[in-house]
């Protein structure tokens, strides 16, 4: 169900998925986005969940097929409490069917005659958006309750789920595995360990659009970690 058109890391400035190199920066305006409301708002793309290879990828996703404008289920319960923001999305420089949008998408009003979403509330239509074209996009927000967060565990996904969610490839050195134990032995919670993570990497790295080059046959997160030091976004969140 995935198409050509479909936003990728060639979007964003790489010539193949592999991460890491220096980046050059392109000011052109991408898109224009208005909404109501003073909160930050961050709009997805695409969503990759499997890491290997030095490369984020898509696992294979069922795709539902939506009118536009069709009311599209929210996946949380119902005592999840959220909001509702309306975006109107023009696209300037970026040729792609995706649909940008904040997690989670409720309804998209398009000029496609189809709107596809996964389970993961990636969209993409049947049309490409081309410049200066608009599409509509209302998203229901969660509330993030740090509090809540503190109190869930793992345990409460199914076991198909706990396994997508911490699967790591067969190249994960055993110093990166050692240096997450270390950050995060001395917190309980799931939620505290992923701040003292986010807190390292914050306090122990530099941002940087020039990175050295990732060395042949090294793994992306070992070098970043413990020889290179400086990275820009995938860099940080891949780690």
């Not at 409301?37 to 709009?43: C, D, I, W």
């Not at 309306?86 to 998408?105: G, M, N, Q, V, W």
């Not at 005659?113 to 993409?124: G, H, L, P, T």
């Not at 081309?130 to 599409?135: F, G, I, K, L, R």
Request: net charge neutral; hydrophobic share 30%.
């Amino acid at each position: 169900n995935d198409t050509p058109e479909s936003y990728s890391f060639s979007s964003a400035g790489y010539t193949d998925n592999k991460l890491g190199g220096e980046l050059r920066l392109d000011n052109s305006v991408v898109m224009i986005v208005r909404t109501r409301g003073k909160e930050t708002l961050y709009l997805r793309g695409t969503v990759m969940d499997r890491y290997y290879e030095n490369s984020w990828n898509k696992s294979g996703k069922r795709y539902k097929e939506y009118k536009p404008g069709y009311l599209m289920p929210i996946p949380y319960g119902e005592d999840i409490k959220a909001y509702t923001r309306d975006l109107e999305i023009s696209h300037r420089k970026l040729l792609t069917s995706t649909i940008f949008a904040p997690y989670s998408i409720y309804r998209i009003q398009h000029g496609g005659k189809r709107i596809y979403v996964d389970e993961d509330s990636e969209a993409y239509a049947s049309k490409i958006a081309a410049s200066d074209t608009t599409y509509k996009v209302t998203s229901i927000i969660p509330y993030i309750d740090a509090a809540e967060l503190r109190l869930s565990g793992a345990e409460t996904l199914e076991e198909g789920g706990l396994r997508r969610y911490t699967a790591l490839p067969e190249d994960i050195s055993e110093r990166v595995r050692s240096l997450s134990h270390r950050i995060t032995n001395a917190y309980s919670s799931n939620y505290d360990k992923a701040k003292a993570i986010e807190k390292y990497l914050r306090q122990n790295y530099m941002y940087s659009l020039k990175p050295l080059q990732l060395p042949s046959g090294r793994e992306f997160t070992d070098y970043f970690l413990f020889e290179g030091k400086e990275g820009y976004c995938t860099y940080f969140a891949t780690s």
